[in-house]
């Protein structure tokens, strides 16, 4: 059993504690109550970023202190929204939201993943008629296979989940957001990921 903070508690958010907990994990989910964020990561092992990426940064830098030593899951994706909600634009071209917390964060170890597919996706990897993929971007190794068996806990089988590498790969699987809204325009707000073909 994993102790496991989810800051955000949004579709994102409430979707991954949910599973977190039917996998037998223990989970705290902080919304927006002041103090809430710092008290639910001062006792987790690990801290889920499922948080607006657009506000991310600030809201993470803030607990730096709580964060000290922590996992750190990023699976936001920091956009400019368009005139219907969608993501439009990257706010951190030629970067990534995942870089940035690293940077900001030297003393944690910030993995991104989860971050190609819509939401219930992320919990039920298998409901997809062909194999979905979730990337892993870090630069600690045992950080990362910390997360894969997290992953694993959640449905997603070994051959699902691919390492790209050092965080700075985060850039690649974050500019794929970019797909999603003509994906959900094209073809409806039906859930997706975006997988490799082998």
Not at 8 to 33: K, M, Q, W, Y
Not at 52 to 61: A, C, E, M, N, T
Request: proline content about 6%; charged content about 20%.
């Amino acid at each position: 059993m994993t102790t496991i903070a989810v800051l955000g508690n949004g579709r994102v958010g409430g979707s991954l504690a949910t599973a977190f907990i039917r996998a037998g994990h223990e989970v705290t989910v902080a919304g927006r109550a002041p103090g809430a964020a710092a008290d639910a990561a001062r006792t987790a092992q690990i801290v889920i970023n499922a948080t607006p990426g657009d506000s991310s940064l600030d809201r993470l830098v803030a607990l730096r202190e709580e964060l000290r030593g922590k996992i750190l899951v990023d699976v936001s994706n920091a956009t400019v929204d368009g005139p219907d909600g969608l993501p439009a634009d990257l706010i951190y071209p030629g970067s990534s939201l995942a870089e940035q917390l690293q940077e900001a964060l030297p003393e944690t170890r910030v993995v991104k993943t989860l971050n190609t597919m819509l939401f219930p996706v992320m919990t039920a990897p298998a409901a997809l008629a062909q194999a979905p993929d979730a990337f892993l971007s870090g630069e600690d190794p045992h950080a990362k296979q910390t997360v894969r068996e997290l992953l694993i806990s959640l449905g997603w089988r070994t051959e699902w989940i691919t390492d790209l590498g050092g965080i700075q790969t985060a850039r690649a699987t974050e500019a794929a957001i970019l797909f999603v809204p003509h994906v959900i325009r094209s073809s409806g707000f039906a859930p997706f990921a975006i997988s490799i073909a082998r």
